[in-house]
């Protein structure tokens, strides 16, 4: 499990194993879009201000996944104990 705090919102969440960041976010009761859930659209992006990200989506390269500002919330995760996002 993970932490993600929502800058703007002031929300603290855990994330468990088998639950994903949107999900999480949902539970929490912010109205996130998505669509494909799979990684693939681009819908769920959302803007990463710390922590490292666990990049599981097929739409960032390679410098996009490294320059870890943004994380498709429907698959990626957290590589460390805790995100911090701009929602
Ligand atoms: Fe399509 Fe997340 S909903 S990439």
């Known amino acids: 499990a993970f932490e993600v705090v929502c800058a ?5 969440l855990k994330v468990a194993p088998g639950v ?21 659209c681009g819908t769920c992006e959302c803007r990463v201000l ?3 990200v666990d990049h599981r989506d097929s739409i960032l390269s390679a410098s996009e996944r490294a320059a870890n500002d943004v994380m498709m919330t429907c ?10 996002l701009d929602i």
Do not use: F
């Open 20 to 40: 994903s960041v949107l999900q999480a976010l949902r539970e929490a009761g912010l109205d996130r879009p998505s669509s494909c859930e799979q990684g693939v």
């Open 75 to 84: 698959v990626s995760r957290a590589k460390g104990a805790r995100l911090v």
């Open 8 to 12: 703007q919102s002031g929300l603290t």
């Open 50 to 52: 710390e922590g490292e």
